[in-house]
Structure formats: C-alpha cells, structure tokens
C-alpha cells in the first residue's frame, strides 16, 4: 500500500527527492514517517508528518537540509534531501498509520504499514 521510490547514488552536497505513493483503500489522511537504516545500525527516524497537515517534524541529524511535503491529490509524501553527507547513506522507508498519535512519531512500531524501502547512497 506504500511505496517508496527515488533513491540514488549522489555526490556530498546533491540533492535527492524521494516520493511514497499509497494505493489501494490507504487513506489520503495518514500520518506518514520517513525512516532510515544505514548497515549494521539500527532503524532511525527522519521526519514525519501528521494526518492533518499541520505538523511536520524532522530528526536533529537532517533538520535544515530535508523536507516533508504532502499532495493530498497524488497520495504522496516526499521527502526532499539537500546538501547530502554519506552519513545519509541508508535504505530509506516510508511508513503511514490512521492511529499514531504525534509523541509516538519515531517510534518504528507505532506504523502498522510500511513501504519497501530504497536506497540512498551518498559518496564522499
């Protein structure tokens, strides 16, 4: 019902945009989070946004260089990624719910769906 797409190899310092479809019955008022996992660690949250539109909030690590937005019409959430570092590196994953609440929004267990995730690979 999710799916991610737009990942790539990069240079420190370019930019990718990254794009989570829904399909099927997924509701167009999801809270959607991006998560990611860099080999050997641990899933990581990036930034995620609220059902409503009205709260965006992103990890430390990313704040200032990636954004979240929502095309209600589309059924997507992007996130777009400046000024890349290969600490970025990582499959990226999608993940929605109807019933997060916004104090569990990086918490991986709180998203009952997920999307497959796509790599991001930023070279130094």
């Known amino acids: 019902q999710l799916q991610a797409s737009g990942g790539g190899f990069v240079q420190t310092g370019n930019s990718l945009r990254l794009s989570c479809v829904a399909s099927g019955r997924t509701s167009s008022g999801w809270t959607v989070a991006w998560f990611r996992q860099a080999p050997g660690k641990e899933r990581e949250f990036v930034g995620a946004i609220f059902r409503s539109g009205g709260s965006i909030s992103y990890a430390d690590s990313v704040k200032g260089r990636f954004t979240i937005s929502r095309d209600r019409a589309k059924k997507t959430v992007d996130l777009q990624m400046n000024s890349l570092k290969p600490e970025d590196t990582a499959i990226y994953y999608c993940?929605?719910?109807?019933?997060?609440?916004?104090?569990?929004?990086?918490?991986?267990?709180?998203?009952?769906?997920w999307g497959q995730g796509t790599l991001v690979t930023v070279s130094s």
């Open positions: 993940a929605g719910s109807e019933s997060v609440i916004w104090s569990a929004r990086a918490t991986p267990n709180a998203y009952g769906v």
